[in-house]
């Protein structure tokens, strides 16, 4: 289960940068009502490197076992930034190491409310047909499987 | 009568001998009970006092923290905020930085000693950290230790309650291996010169004190060792009695024999009466220290250890805070024996007397400062905790609440109330209001006001006072609407005209808009933005009441909801705090997190008993509430909070919905942006009308509310399914219709054409 942190990581933190952009970029308030948003997108960048290295902590803290510990930090980053679909998707990926999988799925979910980024809707949807299948629940494995395709 | 006196003189000898030998042996066998009686009760006290002291577990009170003050690099945060923060800790500003607790000043920087504490996610060291200032963010973060930078770090949270034993006594433990060197020396110096030497009890020490007190005429000494202070304190009464000297004199010894000096002076030190906290009694040096100082022990200088040392005396006496002079001379005589025997020098002696008390303002444990909150964290924690272990076992509860927002909350709607009280022409505090403030995400309560008045908590209103909800009902009618998404939309058709319903009871209701008006053919957008109560009616009817009950359900309402038309316009009757879990799940796009005070508990040891994780839960279509905030965020954009644009300009978008009851006896007002809820209700005990609406009374509180939190704008996302469509403009028309915006659609259900109603 440990491997599902591994290939994530880097779509994280890549992430953990980018994503207040790609969110800003789908804003449909912000270009009607023409309100400044230079401010509110340098907050989230600089605060975004504060999380990537919340995401490296909890990373390192997960990979060695310490779920409950990256939980812990995971928490922290997102009392920061709760909007961060990167903490989020972290979070769905630790709970599935500790085998709660219909948290995993719940969390990976609210990780999709919060981003149209490719890579980490497809990396939700992945974790998601993957709680699904070890809850029994086939066809929705399917549907997510097929919708991380679509996604990738 | 020789001869006879002879025989009788035998006799009388003879007689005596045997009265003796009988008196004799009495004696003996008296003398042997007596000592087999002693030497039972010696046993006894001394099963006693092992047993008692063995398992001696202190009765700690729980203590309650605020969520911690992160600091971190690009924060918006200025230095005067910081330094603020510093203070309400009892950081000390100093020149240069010698121990924790302290922080120096230069420009755009301050340096800070961290103190080490047990967060809710592990123990942090103490640290030097140096925060660099540009432009009201902090620049810079480094540990000054070895110059490496840092990411993130923070300063120990506001210790906000206690929960206190029954018998209201007040204690902070300190462990043995806690307790300052200048503690021990000042204690030896004026209480037990000979404490390490003596047995318990010092006759020494007796002699001495006797002859100090008659040359100087009055009693200033006690003969009383530590260990027999201990035994005092611990198991005997205060009454002054040959027997119960004797008593404390052969337990002290007991004591002393068994136990080790650091064992009996750990015990001294958590034991020792030290004053009065209004009803609750001030035990232990570690509980002096924050009471007095606002620091813990391991933080106080020689003269502060010196007063405390001083107040053994007498604490009411000696007290700091209102017999100024005396307890500065007790100080100054603690100080003088110190120097004497060579504890401190010449040099530190004449420096710490020219020092004053230093002693902080009365601090407030009782939970009277922030009492409506922390009476919700009683209740949740009731959930997992017997009353008892709550009052007598130590905890450590960390909590969600913001000091500084709570602060702020507090001041404005202060400012708000008077002002409400006026424009409805009412004498001051006749309106009443309750307050709830969550970061959605996570569903932590940052700020809770249940009274006008925040240090009022007779009755709590956030939690307690259960009012009809009015309009705020109506997203849960509206996503019971769009749930249906085959048959409704945004720009759906609803019909605005008169409506009447037979009741069970036989009377017809026939409910009117707010404006007495019908509209007739209106778009469910406009309907639901101007809050028309006809056409909503008529939707949920049309719906059937059991869907909107689910939607109620969905929403997180756990009671039973009666199945009445009039429920369609909110006679629900909820607290603030179950509308703000309602909108909760709205302004987090349908994944419900329940609404939480508390982060962590730990035992008096730092063990971690219970950890709150975050838990979400998806309840509504991430698609139907999509819809729903961009309705809500038009409520604000065009609707009956449109108002708030001019008044909080630069914090636009934000969601919210007005909410009025009949009679305008309630106003209520919930609002959210990308992070912040608030919820804020305003009405009046005596249930009469508030003459305002939602909109000029609860929204008033709100938007006065958020012009200090200044909360980030709403960001909406939309879902993969959820396409946007151009269309005329129906705000406002006819007018409107030559111009055109967008509207929001599920993808799979996009109107052919739209027309301008």
Known sequence: MKNLIYPSLFILLLNACAQPVQRSEALIFVEEHNIPTAESKSVRQVESTVIASLINDANKQAISGNTEQAVAIIERGLRIEPTNAGLWNLFASIRLQQQQWQQAIELARKSNALTNDKDLLSSNWGLMAKAYEKTGEYEKAKEALKKQKLTS | ?757
């Open chain 2, 1 to 757: 009568m020789a001869k006879k006196k002879k025989p009788s003189s035998k006799k009388k000898k003879s007689a005596t001998k045997r009265r003796l030998w009988w008196f004799n042996r009495w004696t003996i066998q008296l003398g042997l009970i007596l000592i087999c009686l002693f030497f039972s009760y010696c046993l006894w006290l001394d099963f006693n006092i092992r047993s008692e002291f063995e398992g001696k577990r202190w009765s700690v009170p729980a203590r309650v923290y605020s969520q911690p003050f992160e600091i971190y690099l690009g924060q918006h945060l200025d230095q005067s905020s910081l330094i603020k923060q510093l203070r309400m800790l009892n950081y000390k500003q100093v020149r240069f930085l010698s121990s924790s607790g302290q922080f120096s000043v230069s420009e755009h920087k301050v340096n800070i000693y961290l103190r080490e504490f047990l967060y809710a996610d592990g123990t942090e060291s103490e640290k030097k950290i140096g925060v660099s200032f540009k432009q009201q963010r902090i620049s810079h973060l480094i540990n000054l230790s070895n110059n490496e930078p840092i990411q993130i770090t923070r300063l120990e949270p506001v210790l906000i309650g206690k929960v206190f034993p029954f018998h209201d006594e007040d204690r902070v433990l300190v462990e043995t291996d806690q307790i300052p060197q200048t503690l021990i020396d000042a204690l030896i110096a004026i209480e037990d010169r000979r404490f390490f030497e003596h047995h318990g009890v010092d006759p020494m020490g007796i002699l001495r004190s006797t002859y100090m007190n008659l040359i100087r005429g009055k009693i200033t000494q006690g003969g009383s060792t530590l260990t027999q202070q201990l035994i005092k304190n611990m198991f005997l009464s205060r009454e002054r009695t040959l027997q119960r000297k004797l008593n404390e004199m052969l337990m002290a010894l007991m004591l002393d024999h068994h136990y080790s000096k650091e064992n009996i002076l750990a015990a001294y030190v958590n034991e020792v009466f030290l004053g009065q906290n209004g009803v609750k009694a001030i035990h232990g040096f570690g509980t002096a220290a924050e009471f007095y100082y606002g620091r813990p022990l391991q933080e106080l200088n020689i003269e502060q250890i010196a007063l405390l040392v001083g107040m053994v005396k007498g604490a009411s006496y000696y007290n700091p805070r209102r017999h100024v002079e005396r307890a500065f001379d007790r100080r100054n005589i603690v100080l003088q024996s110190m120097r004497d025997m060579g504890f401190i020098n010449e040099n530190q002696f004449q420096t710490a007397l020219k020092r004053s008390l230093q002693v902080t303002a009365k601090p407030d444990w009782s939970s009277a400062r922030y009492p409506a909150f922390i009476d919700l964290v009683r209740r949740h924690l009731r959930r997992d905790y017997q009353e008892q272990d709550l009052r007598n076992e130590g905890l450590i509860i960390h909590t969600t609440l913001q000091t500084d927002m709570q602060d702020l909350v507090e001041a404005s709607v202060k400012r708000s109330m008077s002002r409400l009280d006026k424009r409805a022409g009412f004498k001051e505090s006749t309106l009443e209001t309750a307050v709830v403030i969550v970061s959605h995400h996570d569903g932590e309560i940052l700020a809770l006001l249940g009274d006008r008045d925040p240090k009022h908590n007779a009755f709590n209103r956030a939690l307690d006072a259960r009012r009809p909800i009015g309009s705020l009902i109506k997203p849960a009618v509206y996503l019971a609407a769009l749930d249906n998404s085959e048959t409704y939309n945004v720009l759906s058709l609803l019909d605005d005209s008169q409506v009447s319903i037979k009741q069970l009871d036989g009377k017809v209701w026939s409910p009117q808009n707010y404006s007495k008006q019908s509209y007739g053919k209106v778009p469910l957008l406009r309907a639901f933005t101007r809050s028309y109560n006809q056409s909503t009616v008529r939707l949920g009817m049309s719906l059937g009441l059991d869907k909107v009950i689910n939607q109620l359900k969905n929403l997180g309402v756990e009671e039973h909801i009666r199945a009445l038309p009039s429920l369609l316009l909110g006679s629900l009757e909820l607290s603030p705090y179950q509308t703000a879990q309602m909108y909760q799940t709205i302004a987090s796009d349908g994944l419900q997190v329940p609404l939480k005070t508390v982060r962590a508990v730990f035992d008096r040891e730092g063990n971690a008993l219970k950890r709150y994780d975050l838990k979400v839960k998806e309840f509504i279509k991430t698609e139907t509430v999509f819809l729903m905030k961009y309705l809500l965020s038009q409520v604000v954009e065009q609707g009956t909070a449109k108002s708030l644009k001019s008044a909080l300009p630069s914090l636009m978008p934000l969601a919210g919905k007005t909410g009025t009851t009949n009679d305008l006896r309630d106003t209520w007002f919930a609002g959210f942006g990308d992070r912040l809820l608030g919820i804020v209700w305003v009405g009046r005990d005596d249930n009469k009308t508030t003459k305002l609406t939602g909109a000029t009374g609860a929204m008033q509180v709100w938007s006065d509310i958020m012009k200090e939190l200044k909360p980030t704008p709403l960001l909406l996302l939309e879902p993969e399914n959820i396409k946007w469509q151009q269309s005329p403009d129906l705000s406002n028309p006819p007018e409107s219709c030559r111009q055109k915006t967008r509207y929001p659609f599920i993808d799979k259900n996009i109107p052919l054409s739209i027309n301008c109603f």
